[in-house]
């Protein structure tokens, strides 16, 4: 069995939030490979695998739109929340948006759509006899179905994600213009190092004829 998946994704809106931008959020031009990695494990996900992200299909122009969007302008304390654990008392730990509501403005994709192609690999995690074509066999049965364990979303949870699995032979055919199939999108987050140091790690981003090639995670073009 092929060691691959096909998600199609599609929303009304995205914001895939670039992390310079302090303020305001604003949207990355097309889904970052950690934001499409969230999106696969939504769907299925074990301790066992990792989802690796090896390219993205652009399949709508890429549209922006400014909005206004309701945040908490403060967050909860992680200090607050160890204190809270260890007290095994969790009633106070709560946060108000009326008492602490902020309006910001928003840059964000409107009407997007995408297809991920990915593989899986096992981690340390997997038990004997664990394979990786078992969990994508269960990957696309639930695909299939449209299950997820949480709702997919397409950079916050406003934006929640549709998705469908599918065939190689029938990939969805992409809406780009011939004049925008090919696109610079510049430095681009790729994901996080989550093996102790956490740092972000980032990519230079090209599209060509609508797709976008992600390199491996350690890949000498992809800098800390």
Not at 26 to 32: E, G, H, L, M, R
Not at 37 to 56: E, Y
Not at 95 to 101: S, V, Y
Not at 203 to 211: D, I, P, Q
Request: glycine letters at 6%; aromatic letters at 8%; charged letters at 30%.
């Amino acid at each position: 069995m092929e060691n691959k998946v096909r998600l199609h994704i599609w929303g009304d809106y995205a914001c895939f939030t670039r992390p310079e931008m302090k303020v305001e959020r604003v949207s990355y031009d097309v889904i970052t490979p950690s934001a499409a990695r969230g999106i696969l494990a939504a769907v299925h996900w074990k301790p066992a695998i990792r989802w690796v992200v090896d390219r993205i299909h652009v399949l709508k122009p890429i549209r922006f739109e400014s909005v206004r969007r309701n945040e908490l302008g403060s967050k909860i304390l992680a200090s607050k929340v160890s204190g809270a654990m260890r007290r095994k008392r969790v009633e106070d730990l709560y946060a108000l948006i009326e008492d602490d509501r902020q309006q910001r403005a928003a840059t964000v994709l409107k009407d997007v759509g995408y297809v991920i192609e990915a593989h899986a690999v096992l981690t340390p995690q997997a038990g004997e006899g664990e394979t990786v074509a078992k969990h994508i066999e269960m990957f696309k049965r639930r695909a299939a179905k449209g299950q997820c364990f949480q709702q997919p979303c397409m950079g916050v949870r406003e934006f929640p994600a549709h998705f469908a699995w599918v065939d190689e032979d029938s990939l969805t055919e992409s809406e780009l213009p011939e004049n925008e199939r090919d696109r610079d999108l510049g430095w681009m987050l790729h994901d996080i190092d989550f093996d102790g140091s956490n740092l972000p790690h980032f990519f230079r981003a090209e599209m060509k004829n609508g797709v976008v090639e992600v390199p491996p995670f350690f890949a000498e073009e992809v800098k800390k």
